[in-house]
């Protein structure tokens, strides 16, 4: 089973930038598909973005609009995911996800706790 920690959240005023990155351990870290989603306060789950286990493969949500790039390093078994002109919208939990497959599912088999990002307005 894959052991998945968040880390990089924090306070960012809107307009900002910030880099989440997920830590991964278990299997070989090139073996999963790997994504990022978000949870704020009274809302549900949205999917942010994923990438293939091979790479070549991105995805974003709808509400993302080419603001965040996904990526991933097999060597160090990390997957970031580079935040710019953050809104207040932005401001939930985010957490890593990560499934046995070539392309992250809806349900994500293996999860992380959660780092929080806040974007003042």
């Known amino acids: 089973q894959a052991q998945l920690v968040e880390s990089g959240g924090g306070l960012v005023q809107a307009g900002g930038s910030l880099t989440l990155s997920c830590a991964a351990s278990g299997r070989t870290f090139s073996s999963y598909a790997m994504g990022w989603f978000r949870q704020a306060p009274g809302k549900e789950r949205e999917f942010v973005a994923s990438?293939?286990?091979?790479?070549?493969?991105?995805f974003y949500g709808d509400s993302i609009k080419g603001r965040f790039t996904i990526s991933r390093d097999n060597a160090e078994n990390t997957v970031s995911l580079q935040m710019n002109t953050l809104k207040p919208e932005d401001t939930a939990v985010y957490r890593c996800a990560a499934d046995l497959s070539e392309v992250l599912t809806r349900q994500p088999q293996y999860w992380g706790q959660g780092t929080q990002v806040t974007v003042s307005s």
């Open positions: 990438i293939s286990r091979s790479g070549g493969i991105r």
